[in-house]
């Protein structure tokens, strides 16, 4: 990670996104993934030219050149999923791409979901219903905000709760801030190029409901500005709806720890996702959890006074 002062907060224009989207997946399809033949060798684009796509969503070259360049409003449903078709779109784009085409149309604009920045009211069951449950368990919004966490949750990711560093510290505590902005972020997560990729894709994906929502375009305006790393991602258009596979943390006081993540989107709480994790059973991780559990109870029992010196590294190793 590095702070680079040169580089410009991405705009929040919804047909810049739309263009810069449709660039990206037309260049990733090559001839061969959707039956084209390869004429020659002096292709000068690396995926599928306009015309290809055009052929292949069965739309003019000129229509197709106006949906590229972000004229996405007022393309019918039976369009855009020709489109998402032809450019091998996978579920979690082609619902970036709908989000984006809404974007820019004014009657969707009126039938938008709830905008990734408000944040929705938890309700005091919700609360009860984190504490009462037997592993980490966080509520998180779109922007990777924390607005809630039960006790073992904030012992996990004690980097970010007991123990976060002054520059990026928050009323609200953000993973997508910490995954780029606290230099410890790299050893605390052993796989940091995943898990920052599955970051910026989520957000990406996230994006697409509101591209002019505030507390997104600020978000995304800090991190290009501070982080070459996530200037670089969030130029790749990449979106996904989960992280990959498992999740590894290194954690400062019980070691390395392998969890099974499960978000779950919360009904009651529109724009909000309940996440909760589990080590496999008899496994090193679900001791390390079991240990982890064991000082968190330790961390809330104790007095305020003391509770500096069990949050740190070092005092609750040597304990």
């Known amino acids: 990670m590095s702070r680079s002062d040169d580089v410009a907060p991405p705009t929040a224009d919804p047909r810049a996104q739309i263009k810069e989207f449709l660039t990206s997946r037309r260049a990733r ?42 004229s996405l409003a007022g393309a019918s449903a039976e369009v855009l999923e020709s489109l998402a078709s032809a450019l091998l779109l996978d579920d979690a784009e082609r619902e970036h791409l709908l989000d984006l085409a809404r974007a820019v149309s004014p009657a969707g604009r009126q039938r938008r979901r709830a905008r990734p920045g408000r944040r929705s009211a938890l309700r005091p069951g919700t609360r009860w219903i984190l504490d009462a449950m037997h592993v980490p368990a966080i509520v998180r919004d779109g922007l990777g905000r924390c607005l809630a966490a039960n006790t073992l949750a904030r012992a996990l990711y004690a980097p970010l709760f007991i123990d976060p560093i002054p520059e990026i510290a928050d009323d609200t505590p953000s993973l997508t801030r910490f995954m780029f902005l606290d230099p410890r972020a790299h050893d605390f997560f052993p796989h940091w190029d995943i898990g920052a990729e599955d970051s910026v894709a989520m957000l990406r994906l996230t994006s697409g409901a509101d591209p002019t929502e505030p507390d997104l375009t600020a978000l995304v305006g800090e991190l290009s500005t501070r982080s070459r790393d996530f200037a670089g991602l969030w130029a790749r258009h990449d979106v996904r709806y989960i992280c990959r596979d498992s999740k590894v943390i290194h954690h400062p006081l019980v070691g390395e720890i392998t969890l099974a993540c499960e978000p779950a989107a919360m009904a009651s709480s529109p724009g909000l996702t309940l996440v909760s994790y589990a080590a496999e059973p008899g496994s090193p991780s679900e001791e390390a959890l079991r240990l982890l559990s064991s000082w968190a109870a330790t961390e809330s029992a104790a007095p305020v006074g003391q509770r500096d010196a069990l949050s740190a590294p070092g005092g609750a190793t040597g304990s």
Do not use: F, I, N, Q
């Open 29 to 70: 399809v090559t001839p061969d993934k959707v039956g084209l033949p390869v004429v020659g060798a002096g292709r000068r684009v690396p995926g599928l030219r306009r015309e290809e796509v055009a052929m292949l969503a069965g739309v003019s070259v000129d229509y197709y050149t106006r949906l590229e360049r972000g």
